[in-house]
């Protein structure tokens, strides 16, 4: 079992840049896929980008080559760099824990409680 906490979230300016973290308990990390999902008000919770256990990246093409996630096995860490953010980013951002790597929230057992990341005109 593993349990997820996110930190790093904000308000930032258009154009700005944030930097979310997630740690995760458990001794298995480095066995799981993980992955950063956001839900805008109204909206589907959606993929932003995830990241396997050889570290192969996907990213959503709305934040392809702005945002970058990564992951230290080591520390049990997850993080996803956010640059060039927009209003359209605005979104509470959950991390999650799966065993399939397969870009969907379907995939993904276990969640963090989110963090709200909001990105003003």
């Known amino acids: 079992q593993v349990q997820l906490m996110e930190s790093g979230g904000g308000f930032v300016q258009t154009g700005g840049s944030l930097r979310l973290s997630c740690a995760a308990s458990?001794?298995?990390?480095?066995?799981?896929?993980m992955g950063w999902f956001r839900q805008a008000p109204g909206r589907e919770r959606e993929v932003v980008a995830d990241?396997?256990?050889?570290?192969?990246?996907y990213y959503s093409d709305s934040v392809k080559g702005r945002f970058t996630i990564s992951r230290d096995n080591a520390k049990k860490m997850m993080y996803l760099q956010m640059n060039s953010l927009t209003p359209e980013d605005t979104a509470v951002y959950y991390c999650?824990?799966?065993?399939?790597?397969?870009?969907?929230?379907?995939?993904?057992?276990?969640w963090g409680q989110g963090t709200q990341v909001t990105v003003s005109s």
């Open positions: 999650a824990a799966g065993q399939t790597w397969a870009h969907h929230a379907n995939a993904y057992r276990y």
């Open positions: 990241i396997n256990w050889n570290s192969n990246t």
């Open positions: 458990g001794r298995t990390f480095s066995n799981y896929v």
